[in-house]
Nanobody, 115 residues
Framework: QVQLVESGGGLVQAGGSLRLSCAAS????????MAWFRQAPGKEREFVAA????????SYADSVKGRFSISRDNAKNTVYLQMNSLKPEDTAVYYC????????WGQGTQVTVSS
C-alpha cells in the first residue's frame, strides 16, 4: 500500500517561492512516473507537473510552465515541486500521486498566495 505525504505549503505573497515535498512509501516509487496535482476551492483537481522515473523527463501544465520545476530523489522516495513567481491563482491544495492519479490520495498541502 503506497502512502503519500505532502509538505512544504504555506502562505506567501505574489511573486514569492515555495518548495513542496512528497514522501512516498512503497518499493515501486523509483519505477513510477510521479506527478503533482492541485485543487482550488470549488474546482476539480488538475494536473500540474510530472516526472518520469527513467529519463527524468518532465511535463507541465501550461499555467505553470517556466515558473514551476518538478524533480525527484529516488534514494529518498521523494518528489519535489519548486514553485517560483507564484500568483494568487496558484492558491490550492497540492497533492502528489502517480501520473494516472490511481494511488490513494494523501492529505495534500495548502498553498495560499496573497496579492
Amino acid at each position: 500500500q503506497v502512502q503519500l505525504v505532502e509538505s512544504g505549503g504555506g502562505l506567501v505573497q505574489a511573486g514569492g517561492s515555495l518548495r513542496l515535498s512528497c514522501a512516498a512509501s512503497g518499493r515501486t516509487f523509483s519505477t513510477t512516473t510521479m506527478a503533482w496535482f492541485r485543487q482550488a476551492p470549488g474546482k476539480e483537481r488538475e494536473f500540474v507537473a510530472a516526472i518520469s522515473w527513467g529519463t527524468l523527463s518532465t511535463s507541465y501544465a501550461d499555467s505553470v510552465k517556466g515558473r514551476f520545476s518538478i524533480s525527484r530523489d529516488n534514494a529518498k522516495n521523494t518528489v519535489y515541486l519548486q514553485m517560483n513567481s507564484l500568483k494568487p491563482e496558484d492558491t490550492a491544495v497540492y497533492y502528489c500521486n502517480n501520473r494516472q492519479g490511481t494511488k490513494s490520495w494523501g492529505q495534500g498541502t495548502q498553498v495560499t498566495v496573497s496579492s
